[in-house]
T-cell receptor, first 112, second 112 residues
Framework: DQQVKQNSPSLSVQEGRISILNCDYT??????FLWYKKYPAEGPTFLIS?????DKNEDGRFTVFLNKSAKHLSLHIVPSQPGDSAVYFC???????????FGGGTRLMVKP | EPEVTQTPSHQVTQMGQEVILRCVPI?????FYWYRQILGQKVEFLVS????????KSEIFDDQFSVERPDGSNFTLKIRSTKLEDSAMYFC??????????FGQGTRLTVV
């Protein structure tokens, strides 16, 4: 099941710089998208979400961009901090139902 | 801050045995979920539960799985006869019916 894909398994960024995590999807029925952060031995923690009627949503250092025509979303973290080092998952939901379909995750490492 | 709690954090069981994973969702949430993550793989949806019945389930959630909300606070996942391939992190999640789900810290199930 490759409906949601995160093509970069890892990303390394210097502290203070921008981190950009990408996600692609194939199912046009998805209308809501979420980003989760996950530390080892913990559950996913909700970060930010976006509805398909928007193209941008911002919350503090986190901004999610949605390009519906390209079926692509991205998470920008600026400035990046060492505490942001974790695995980031994008997830998508269809209008009908509450099931989340997850991407494979991107491990972000922010170097001091 | 309210959180989803799961017990136990780690469960080791013999193949063929029954296991029950327990979860206490966030108190005012109405939707409850189980997801799992096999080591090195994606987080996968198992089942959602609303109004005392299953509202959605994936093909993973076969007859050996069942869920129950035995009282007003607990939400359980039962695996009747465990197999080696059931070894995974199992995450419980809950939501208020909005878009995002909040996850517990997970139960690591090891089938030997």
């Amino acid at each position: 099941d490759q409906q949601v894909k995160q093509n970069s398994p890892s990303l390394s960024v210097q502290e203070g710089r921008i981190s950009i995590l990408n996600c692609d999807y194939t199912n046009s029925m998805f209308d809501y998208f979420l980003w989760y952060k996950k530390y080892p031995a913990e559950g996913p923690t909700f970060l930010i979400s976006i509805s398909s009627i928007k193209d941008k949503n911002e919350d503090g250092r986190f901004t999610v961009f949605l390009n519906k025509s390209a079926k692509h979303l991205s998470l920008h973290i600026v400035p990046s901090q060492p505490g942001d080092s974790a695995v980031y998952f994008c997830a998508a939901k269809r209008n009908a139902g509450n099931m989340l379909t997850f991407g494979g995750g991107t491990r972000l490492m922010v170097k001091p | 801050e309210p959180e989803v709690t799961q017990t136990p954090s780690h469960q080791v069981t013999q193949m063929g045995q029954e296991v029950i994973l327990r979860c206490v969702p966030i108190s005012n949430h109405l939707y409850f979920y189980w997801y799992r993550q096999i080591l090195g793989q994606k987080v996968e949806f198992l089942v959602s539960f609303y109004n005392n019945e299953i509202s959605e389930k994936s093909e993973i959630f076969d007859d050996q799985f069942s869920v129950e909300r035995p009282d007003g606070s607990n939400f359980t996942l039962k695996i009747r006869s465990t197999k080696l391939e059931d070894s995974a992190m199992y995450f419980c999640a809950s939501s208020s019916g909005g878009r995002g789900a909040f996850f517990g810290q997970g139960t690591r199930l090891t089938v030997v």
